[in-house]
Nanobody, 124 residues
């Protein structure tokens, strides 16, 4: 599975942005698809994940109520809608796909495939 993440950019605090993660080579069927982020000088951090079949989701406390993950089966694409953005949300955002069980979703090791990352900058 090849993943391509896009949609990043510069946004003011309080603004919104939607990231997309598209798969090529095969369907997301049977996978959990998630988003991680990495700020300069920090470790990669779990954001949120969705199970392609069934739609179960898990999100980090830091983004609950602000970020929403969703999927479009027809487009084989996962979206990350980010609202009420804060400067501390600034990071490179990566999408990933794996077959791990739900308890492992916050761990990068649960994912076999990674996109190239897209930069989100929240600044006035």
């Amino acid at each position: 599975v090849q993943l391509q993440a896009f949609g990043g950019g510069l946004v003011q605090p309080g603004g919104s942005l939607r990231l997309s993660c598209a798969a090529s080579g095969r369907s997301f069927s049977g996978y959990a698809v998630g988003w991680f982020r990495q700020a300069p000088g920090k470790e990669r951090e779990f954001v949120t994940t969705i199970r392609w079949s069934g739609g179960n989701t898990v999100a980090a406390d830091s983004v609950k109520g602000r970020f929403t993950i969703s999927k479009d089966s027809a487009k084989n694409t996962v979206y990350l809608q980010m609202n009420s953005l804060k400067p501390e949300d600034t990071a490179v955002y990566y999408c990933a796909a794996g077959r791990g069980i739900i308890s492992t979703w916050p761990q990068p090791s649960a994912y076999n495939y990674w996109g190239q990352g897209t930069l989100v900058t929240v600044s006035s």
